[in-house]
């Protein structure tokens, strides 16, 4: 009998978590999975796998990124948003015009950084 689940080795790799504003990320986009405290992403980098956690507003920014996409995560640092909860602020940024699926139902957001 074939299988065709995929198989992902756990313990391969490292977890980056974010703590210092500037700290940068780059490497070929692998895709979200659930995690036992919340949803991780990982990205491939020329020193191996690297997984960390997709806090709120990164999740958001990276859930329309087609996985094999060249991208760059830059964290901001805390910020407090306006209804006065503090957050994790990231830029995100892209490498190519295929970066993107299609939109989701109902979002007409773009997830591309803004220029000015």
């Known amino acids: 009998m074939s299988s065709l689940k995929r198989w992902r080795q756990i313990g391969q790799g490292q977890f980056h978590k ?24 990982t990205v491939e980098t020329p020193e191996g796998l690297v997984t960390f956690p997709l806090h709120a507003a990164l999740l958001e920014r ?13 964290y901001t640092g805390p910020q407090t948003s306006k209804a006065g ?11 190519g015009d295929e970066a993107f699926m299609d939109s989701e139902p109902g979002t007409a957001r773009d997830a591309a950084p803004s220029e000015g």
């Open 18 to 41: 974010w703590e210092t504003p500037g700290e940068k990320l780059e490497g070929l986009w692998q895709g979200s999975h659930e995690g036992r405290f919340g949803p991780l992403g």
């Open 62 to 74: 990276l859930r329309r990124v087609r996985v094999g996409t060249e991208i760059l995560i830059r």
């Open 85 to 95: 909860r503090l957050f994790k602020g990231f830029d995100v940024f892209v490498s």
